[in-house]
């Protein structure tokens, strides 16, 4: 096992490792930018080093800043968090070669997996389903063509990367050419890589993922799958496990095919496998993403599985201890983002003093955060300030608790979507389960129109 970690993020997920690595007796590196000399997570650590200024590019993306850290203060292995270099192959290639161990998968896998284009092949020849759509595109010219044999809508997607970026959904041919243009630049300047490809845009869906662990000696095992159905933007709000209307044939059909794709590639450490599950029952496979998911505790709340602590056993060596019939799922779980932004105002970010914080409580709420009284949040970084979990023995219990838990907590100094996730969970799509990945637009046109 690892005596000493370095932690490559900020924030509540730097927070949220730091916790995982006091309860293990392992050591913590935290590494910050200027802006984030009075972050939690830095005071938190048991060794602080600031790696450039607040932009991202020249401190949490700055690879040879982070390295030096690591190789310096002796750390063993390099925990990126989710976000920032977490699927970075080539930030993963230089840990190899540095000798320092890297929490997730390898340089190669992550080149593998996160060549959506190269994702799609291995699971199609795997037998996993995937969206109909074409492999990479090597002109607009030629993805007319293809456009029109798919027909619309469609998706234009890029090649690598994620968090909704060099994504365009086009309606029609008239739309096409911009669209493409507009998501090659978007790809190219996000990820250095503008490739794209097309996929058929499948509608109404509903968004299900698969957590799965996956060991270095070829065992894996399944936690259940999650429902990030509540996008804005391509940005979850709101998850929930276990899925709100899926049944047990269409879930294990899933859990069977998430695992069959582990398998086609050998992935070992924690991965999720992404599915668009359509009304007639039919699942698809998006991507897999290599690391850890921002909504991962919602997993952790309704199996009672560490997975924070287990990516790490796993980057350590360790074997899985249980097998699939061990697993199990306790009621019914559902997560919130908390979001520094203003609803009211086309979701402008907020930044600044936080002047009171209240956070709530009880039995089975976690809050995931980097909050504090007088904290200044930062103007620099993505708007997420924290995260509330619950768990009921029901669905409706959950979406009890969650309003009570939301209507609990108190943040001043900063304007937030606390009160617009409240609405969220009161709405009849909500409520009844039906809601799909088209909900936030229908929901923001009505709010719109009540105005």
Known sequence: MFSKILIANRGEIAVRIIRACREMGISTVAVYSEADKDSMHVQLADESYCIGPSKVSDSYLNIPAILTVAIESGAQAIHPGYGLLSENAKFVSLC???????????????????????ARKTMRNAGVPVTPGTDVLESVEQAKKEAEKIGFPLLIKARSGGGGRGIRRVDSIKEFEDAYNQAHAEAQSAFGDGALYI??????????????????????????????????????????????TVSESVRQGMFDAAIKAAKAVNYNSVGTVE?????????????MNTRLQVEHGVTEMVTGIDIVQWQIRIAAGCKLNRTQEQIFMHGHTIECRINAEDPESDFR???????????????????????????????????????????????????????????????????????????????????????????????????????
């Open 275 to 287: 599915f668009l599950l359509d009304k007639d029952n039919n699942y698809y496979f998006m991507e």
């Open 96 to 118: 190899e070669q540095c000798n320092i161990e890297f929490i997730g998968p390898s340089s190669k896998m992550i080149s593998l997996l996160g060549d959506k284009d190269m």
């Open 199 to 244: 996929e058929k845009f499948l509608h109404p869906v509903k968004h299900i993922e698969v957590q799965l662990l996956c060991d270095k000696y070829g065992d894996t095992v399944c936690l259940g799958e999650r429902e990030c159905s509540v996008q804005r933007k391509n940005q979850k709000l709101i998850e929930e496990s276990p899925g709100s």
């Open 349 to 451: 970010p907020s930044c600044g003093k936080i002047t009171g914080l209240h956070l709530p409580g009880g039995s089975f709420v976690r809050f995931d955060t980097a909050l504090y009284q007088d904290y200044v949040v930062p103007p620099f970084y993505d708007s997420m300030v924290g995260k509330i979990i619950v768990q009921g023995r029901t669905r409706e219990t959950a979406i009890r608790k969650m309003k009570m838990a939301l209507s609990e907590l108190s943040i001043s100094g900063i304007k937030n979507n606390r009160d617009l996730l409240i609405e969220i969970l009161s709405s009849k799509k909500f409520v009844d389960g039906s809601y799909t990945t088209d909900f936030m637009s229908e929901f923001e046109e009505k709010r719109k129109a009540k105005k």
